[in-house]
């Protein structure tokens, strides 16, 4: 998935700038983007990962 495809979908996916750890991950599954690379999307448009079980998201 390119960069600006992943950047719509994040913003499609989140509410109020947040978005769900579970939510990235099924982004992550569905579309085989690192979720490092969802990660670093997320913050370049100020979307907060929120709930996040593991840590991976800060």
Known sequence: ???EN???LLLEKAKDKKLPC???FKISEEHSVALK???NMANELGIKIIECQL???K
């Open 6 to 8: 992943l950047k719509n």
């Open 1 to 3: 998935m390119d960069k």
């Open 22 to 24: 579970k939510v990235a």
């Open 55 to 57: 840590g991976c998201f």
């Open 37 to 39: 690379d969802i990660g």
